[in-house]
T-cell receptor, first 114, second 114 residues
Framework: EAGVAQSPRYKIIEKRQSVAFWCNPI?????LYWYQQILGQGPKLLIQ????????DSQLPKDRFSAERLKGVDSTLKIQPAKLEDSAVYLC????????????FGPGTRLTVT | GQQLNQSPQSMFIQEGEDVSMNCTSS?????WLWYKQDPGEGPVLLIA?????ELTSNGRLTAQFGITRKDSFLNISASIPSDVGIYFC??????????????FGQGTILTVHP
């Protein structure tokens, strides 16, 4: 069974530029999560989707971050404009459904904002 | 919000030694999970615990869900070099928090000397 796929793996941008990350969850998984992991810390949830609907985006900085999961499968996370403090690893995870707490993570995208 | 405190922050051990780490919270959790993260990769699920007092093993790993529901422990027996990595605990809270939302600890960095 293929795992969670993410791209790109690395991205370097200047502050105030825009960036987008892509995630393809495990086939059949209805719930998709985006996490931000700052160096030396555990992952922090940004947004949770159930199929193509948002369940929780309470910790998403909505003035600059946006995410969508239009067809209930793939998802994109966008930052516009980026700030220096956005430098982090962005992890995508999926689970069978919201009632399954066993989340499976992709390899992440390491973003560096200069 | 909910916070998890992991200890120790880092450990340096000899191959063959046993390892113990724990995670505590001021809040009650319904589910505890333990993940391992290798450099440049996403966290990988090791063990999931669903009931207070539950003791679960996965090979050389054993984890326990504390009776108070506010803590969890992970033990690794007879450590080997490939056990090197960062170990995260994660908890899922009771009603009032998003269904499926996990809160992560800050991680325990494990180094194993051959």
């Amino acid at each position: 069974e293929a795992g969670v796929a993410q791209s790109p793996r690395y991205k370097i941008i200047e502050k105030r530029q825009s960036v987008a990350f892509w995630c393809n969850p495990i086939s059949g998984h209805a719930t998709l999560y985006w996490y931000q992991q700052i160096l030396g810390q555990g992952p922090k949830l940004l947004i949770q989707f159930q199929n193509n609907g948002v369940v929780d985006d309470s910790q998403l900085p909505k003035d600059r971050f946006s995410a969508e999961r239009l067809k209930g499968v793939d998802s994109t996370l966008k930052i516009q404009p980026a700030k220096l403090e956005d430098s982090a690893v962005y992890l995508c995870a999926s689970s069978l459904d919201a009632g399954s707490y066993e989340q499976y993570f992709g390899p992440g995208t390491r973003l560096t904002v200069t | 919000g909910q916070q998890l405190n992991q200890s120790p922050q880092s450990m340096f051990i000899q191959e063959g030694e046993d390892v113990s780490m724990n995670c505590t919270s001021s809040s009650i959790f319904n589910t505890w999970l333990w993940y391992k993260q290798d450099p440049g990769e996403g966290p990988v699920l090791l063990i999931a615990l669903y009931k207070a007092g539950e003791l679960t093993s996965n090979g050389r790993l054993t984890a326990q869900f504390g009776i108070t529901r506010k803590d969890s422990f992970l033990n690794i027996s007879a450590s080997i070099p490939s056990d090197v990595g960062i170990y995260f605990c994660a908890g899922q809270g009771p009603g009032g928090t998003s269904y499926g939302k996990l809160t992560f600890g800050q991680g325990t960095i494990l180094t194993v000397h051959p």
